[in-house]
């Protein structure tokens, strides 16, 4: 009986053993922007046009249901608002960077007016400060711009590069590649520097030998170029960069959260240019595939792949095909495109250099086609064609040249658009878990935050934290002396008096002066002008408090 009775009991623990999840230590959160479903299909069969025997995307095995995302006060969504709801759970407005909204009166859910404004932490901010992770950030765009933007700084205007860039600079992350070096000035590399980083600014060989964190790696003057114009000799992929940011950040043993975003899949749908975000979409997929790579190997980490909302809505069909859809080959569909070298945008810049007789060359180069007058007259109305035979008042209601030559272009093709803009589509959501604990059906963008905070032990701590880290000055400092002054149009500081303790904060700063003496924050310090407000950590008051 005893022997049965142990045995049963082995039985059971190792049954329990087996059950029982292995925690996750890392997660990747990859955002290709602007993705609308459409575009995911078309790119899937443009890679299979390219080489018949790939039909399938690296993500395709791990989709597993539909993203609701929208703003706060409104269906469509903005890049900033959407990722940050992505991060900080509060579906928040237009151009409000993982910052509390205002309230409106078309809000489709709940606003509490009195927390207009504030910072609210991100999922990679709670990370390092709870858990001790490490940070990462890649992406293609500036890295100033929305989405990277979102998940460590705060700002209500995400054109607010003054606000946001110092905030990134000292959020202590740990990796920080993609595009922006006109955006690192001087002054902010040696403030990286003084913290013990490297600061590679278009350096492929530096970033690519880089062996420790904490490291900041800038290619571009602004964002990196279209990977069909990229010289990968100067110039990382995505992919490239991912694998580099997985190798670094994964010397933590406490885990890291990675956040890798396919960024100008968004800029080329914008301007209806639908072979450079296939291609885009593309080369964020190979980004993927390293990801999960990684994440098989690892056995710890968690990858998830979402778009932060739809761009363009691109459509394989069109009015050309309203008649004969359904016997199309799919080289007829794709070839028109096959002679297409440039982005519309550089394509755009190029013309407008030279006078309209040029342009027929430039086409016949680039494009591999000699528009017609009809065409070409079109295009010289563009409102930003200094050269038109139209003044600047009669073209000032046109469309840019870059979207104008859109429309000549993929008028030629069987690709459709319906916007400039974004749209009100779910998007797709692709999960990697090493014990398959995933999301299905339909969640909402409070969902994916909720499900991040799961997998990264960061439930019900994401609120506290805000509040611990981005209280008011007036609530921490109430009842001593405070003043607000101005720095220079951008800069402000704060003086608080307690009989002969002083206390100063300087705005986007990760540190305070208490009696001369520093006290570094694991937190920035924001700045609202719009409250003439800091947001700052509660425990700074016990630094003023008179002992008795």
């Not at 530096?206 to 110039?235: H, I, Q």
């Not at 809505?313 to 569909?333: A, F, M, Q």
């Not at 398959?436 to 990264?456: A, R």
Request: proline share 4%; charged share 20%.
């Amino acid at each position: 009986m005893k022997r049965l009775f142990f045995t049963k009991v082995l039985l059971f623990l190792i049954l329990f053993a087996f059950s029982q999840h292995k925690p996750i230590k890392n997660v990747i959160l990859m955002i290709p922007d602007g993705t609308s479903t459409s575009l995911l299909s078309a790119a899937r069969w443009y890679q299979t046009y390219l080489d018949s025997s790939q039909t399938t995307l690296n993500i395709d095995p791990y989709i597993c249901g539909l993203v609701r995302t929208n703003s706060s006060d409104a269906p469509i969504g903005d890049s900033a608002p959407t990722t940050s709801c992505y991060v900080s759970g509060q579906p928040t407005q237009t151009a409000f960077v993982s910052t509390y909204p205002v309230a409106t009166d078309q809000d489709l859910i709940p606003i509490d007016a009195t927390r207009a404004y504030q910072p609210l932490a991100t999922v990679l901010e709670a990370s390092k400060i709870l858990h001790g992770k490490s940070t990462g950030l890649v992406f293609t765009c500036e890295f100033p711009h929305a989405t990277p933007a979102d998940c460590s700084a705060h700002s209500y205007s995400r054109g607010r590069y003054s606000m946001i860039i110092p905030q990134m600079v000292h959020n202590h992350l740990d990796v920080v590649m993609g595009g922006g070096v006109k955006y690192l000035s001087e002054k902010y590399q040696e403030d990286l520097k003084a913290e013990n980083y490297s600061v590679y600014i278009d350096d492929i060989d530096g970033f690519r030998t880089c062996k420790r964190m904490p490291v900041w790696a800038l290619f571009g003057e602004t964002s990196m170029p279209y990977t069909l114009e990229a010289d990968a000799n100067k110039m990382p992929s995505l992919a490239e960069m991912t694998v580099k940011a997985l190798e670094l950040l994964s010397k933590n043993d406490k885990g890291f959260f990675l956040m890798v975003e396919g960024s100008k899949v968004d800029w080329a749908a914008h301007d209806n240019d639908a072979k450079n975000a296939m291609i885009e979409l593309l080369e964020f997929d190979k980004a993927c595939g390293e990801a999960f790579e990684f994440a098989k190997k690892n056995g710890e980490t968690v990858v998830i792949v979402l778009p932060d909302h739809g761009t363009g809505s691109v459509t394989v069909g069109n009015t050309k095909s309203n008649s004969g859809y359904d016997k199309l080959s799919l080289k007829e569909i794709m070839s028109p495109i096959d002679n297409y070298k440039l982005s519309n945008w550089t394509m755009s810049e190029k013309m407008k250099e030279v006078d309209t007789a040029e342009w027929p060359q430039l086409f016949d180069t680039y494009f591999g086609f000699i528009p017609q007058r009809s065409e070409i007259s079109y295009l010289s109305t563009a409102r930003d064609y200094n050269k038109s035979y139209l003044s600047k008042e009669q073209r000032k209601t046109n469309l840019s040249l870059t979207k104008m030559l859109s429309q000549v272009l993929y008028g030629r093709t069987y690709f459709g658009f319906t916007t400039f803009g974004h749209t009100i589509e779910n998007v797709f959501l692709a999960i990697y878990h090493p014990e398959n604990d995933i999301l299905t059906g339909c969640p909402t963008n409070v969902d994916i935050f909720n499900y991040l905070c799961k997998q990264m032990n960061l439930t019900d701590k994401m609120h506290n934290l805000t509040e611990e880290i981005f209280t008011p000055h007036t609530i921490v400092f109430e009842g001593f002396d405070i003043k607000i002054d101005s720095l220079d149009k951008e800069d402000f500081r704060l003086t608080v008096k307690n009989k002969k303790n002083t206390l100063l904060a300087e705005s986007y700063a990760n540190y305070v002066l208490v009696n001369n003496q520093r006290v570094d924050l694991e937190s920035v310090i924001v700045y609202m002008d719009k409250k003439n407000t800091f947001y700052l950590p509660k425990k700074l008051r016990s630094y003023l408090e008179v002992k008795k």
